[in-house]
Every structure is written in structure tokens, then in C-alpha cells.
């Protein structure tokens, strides 16, 4: 797998994600704990967790990039779980739902199998699985999924 042809993919699907990881995510400024799996995790501005600090007011400009960091990052690390070559959209899909469920989870879904063995169709429906938290269906992820799904979608027409 080339490095280039990687990153030049996840940076483009990354250009297409930011919009639907900023909607779903919210945009909360302020370093709050956030207690998403029962931890209070330092939490901030579209999401970030990385070197977040309780309390603290983030700029806008900061909160901006801190999300590009994030969504490269995520990106990268589901590269590794997913066909070289995707269609655009599609790939934008994964690199938010794997920005969701972080890369662990994504590599080892069904989703990840699908779309490494060719299926992407029954990739993008296995994101339509992924809504519960904490063993309970969840409306906000019910929405995103549905977003993703259709970007996912969009990608293979």
C-alpha cells in the first residue's frame, strides 16, 4: 500500500467528513468531562479528546483545528482496516463512523470486513447497525448513521 496514495485518500475523505463529524458532534468550546463509556473524558470543541483540559475556553480558530487533526488522524489510523482505493464519498463515511467508534471498534466490524472483501453495499448498511450506547438505541446516532449511510451511498452510485 503506498503511503502517498494513502494519505492523498484520507485527506481527501477527510475534506468531505469534517462537515457530517462537526454536525453530529456539536460544538461545545469549553474543556468539559464528557462521560461517553462511564468515564468523565476530557472532552472539547467538535469532539476532541487529545490534550483537552477541564475547564478551559478553546478559540474558534483552535476548535477548527483541532477537528482537521482529529479527522486526519482517525482516518489514518482505519487506512490499515479498509481497500486502498475507495469512491470519495464512501470513504468519507468510514472516516467519520470510525471518528465515532474510534479505530478499534471500526477495525474489527463487520463493516471492515465488508468493505475490505469488496462488499461496500453491505459496508454502508452495517452503519445502520451502529446506534446503541450503553445498550440503548440513540436518536442522535440514529440521525448520524443515517447521514453516513447516505453518504456512503452516494459514493457508490
Known amino acids: 500500500m503506498s ?3 494513502v494519505l492523498a485518500g484520507v485527506l481527501a475523505a477527510s475534506s ?4 457530517t463529524i462537526a454536525a453530529f458532534e456539536g460544538y461545545v468550546p469549553v474543556g468539559y468531562p464528557d462521560p461517553a463509556l462511564g468515564v468523565n473524558l476530557p472532552t472539547a470543541c467538535y469532539g476532541s479528546t487529545r490534550g483537552v483540559v ?3 475556553r478553546y ?7 483541532m477537528l482537521a487533526d482529529d479527522v486526519v488522524k482517525h482516518g489514518l489510523d482505519i487506512a490499515p482496516c479498509l481497500p486502498e482505493t475507495l ?12 471518528f465515532n ?3 478499534t471498534k471500526f477495525c474489527a466490524s463487520t463493516l471492515s470486513r465488508k468493505a475490505r472483501s469488496g462488499d461496500l453495499p453491505g459496508a454502508c448498511a452495517e452503519l445502520s447497525k451502529w446506534v446503541y450506547a450503553g445498550g440503548q438505541k440513540m436518536r442522535g446516532l440514529v440521525n448520524r448513521r443515517a447521514a453516513e449511510r447516505k453518504l456512503c451511498m452516494e459514493g457508490l452510485a
Open 101 to 103: 467508534v474510534g479505530a
Open 87 to 98: 469512491p470519495l464519498e464512501t470513504h468519507a463515511a468510514f472516516v467519520s463512523f470510525g
Open 54 to 56: 477541564l475547564g478551559k
Open 16 to 19: 468531505v467528513a469534517v462537515g
Open 59 to 65: 478559540t474558534e480558530q483552535e476548535c477548527v483545528g
Open 3 to 5: 503511503r502517498v496514495r
